[in-house]
């Protein structure tokens, strides 16, 4: 298959281009160039998808195209210019207007009100979702076989965000120093999350199944302690972990979720409790496979020690065991 991945040089679509190459497929990455490199294989055309589609693409036939974009014009413009190739759009859980319903399927649950602009939508994550819903639309009013893909949290090497690579980072430093571990209250909370490299294999085998419909790509909820005893075996770590309440981390002033002095993948109050709750029988029947915890936290741990730079959001260390030592009788 001739496949045109519409960025292919960050996170999750360089790890479809790696998939897609990995496959024998034929592999062309449409991007700006600027915030990295494609894989060895691949061939680059620069495009910024705030100007016309570059003839050198739309002189070529692809069999499939994969989009992760979150600006509906850019999207529009696309789709326009491959409307009879196999269409992968990666869009987001963010999309729901209900987050309360545990269990919640893509055919079940509502969605935003769809919005376009053009507006950065990080100012917050309702505006995301519905520009990602807008974008949906779009893919599948204007294409011939469209696959909408509704991650949640994506984890694993080379993540930008930093959520997920706390944990890993965090237990391999108490591996070395032997201190505590904080964990938010209550531990038994669920949580789900999907491997970059689960997610890409299944958008390329789904491309060439000829796959459609609409799906979360999540792995089955588990709860908050046992992702933390994976990370744990994942690392080679087994540090003691200390529960605290979320009243009390609020009072030393931990946030939630991602930034400075955060527990990052801690939720908490920011969600209802369908946010990681969602069932995926239909995407693991359609393809979607989760490969255990513990790989993805070993061989994140792997990428970060060997990328100095890479970022790990949340409390340092010292943060971390100041706040312990404040809360420990």
């Not at 990295?36 to 016309?52: C, I, K, M, Q, S």
């Not at 790509?217 to 972990?241: F, I, K, M, N, S």
Request: glycine share 8%; aromatic share 6%; hydrophobic share 45%.
């Amino acid at each position: 298959m001739r496949i045109l991945v519409l960025g292919g040089t960050v996170f999750l679509s360089r790890a479809v281009a790696e998939a897609a190459l990995a496959h024998g497929h034929d592999v062309v990455c449409a991007a700006r160039g600027v915030s990295g490199t494609v894989p060895d294989g691949a061939t680059l055309v620069r495009w910024d998808r705030a100007e016309a589609v570059p003839a050198e693409l739309t002189d070529t036939e692809f069999d499939a195209v994969v989009d992760v974009s979150r600006i509906p014009s850019h999207v529009r413009g696309a789709v326009a210019a491959f409307p009879d190739a196999h269409w992968t759009f990666v869009s987001t859980v963010n999309v729901y207007a209900d987050t309360a319903t545990v269990g919640g399927t893509p055919a079940t649950l509502p969605l935003l009100d769809p919005v376009e602009t053009d507006e950065d939508p990080s100012a917050g994550p309702e505006l995301y979702g519905a520009m990602k819903v807008a974008c949906e639309n779009i893919v599948r009013t204007g294409t011939a076989a469209a696959l909408v893909i509704r991650p949640g949290l994506i984890v694993g090497p080379g993540d930008p965000s930093g959520r997920f690579t706390y944990w890993p980072a965090r237990f391999a430093q108490a591996a070395q120093d032997g201190l505590p571990v904080l964990v938010p209250e209550p531990v038994d909370d669920p949580v789900q999350l999907v491997d970059v490299r689960d997610l890409a294999e299944w958008i390329v085998t789904a491309a060439e199944q000829g796959t459609t419909g609409d799906f979360d790509a999540v792995c089955p909820p588990l709860p908050r302690a046992e992702l933390l005893a994976q990370v744990a075996e994942g690392t080679g770590a087994d540090p003691e972990l200390v529960a605290v309440a979320p009243e009390v981390l609020a009072e030393h002033e931990v946030a939630q979720w991602s930034g400075p002095r955060s527990i990052p993948f801690w939720a908490g109050d920011l969600v209802d409790g369908g946010f990681m709750t969602h069932d995926v029988t239909s995407s693991l029947a359609a393809g979607l496979t989760i490969r255990p915890i513990d790989q993805t936290a070993r061989d994140t741990l792997v990428w970060l020690q060997a990328t100095p730079d890479a970022k790990v959001t949340g409390l340092t260390r010292a943060e971390e065991q100041e706040v312990l030592a404040a809360v420990r009788p």
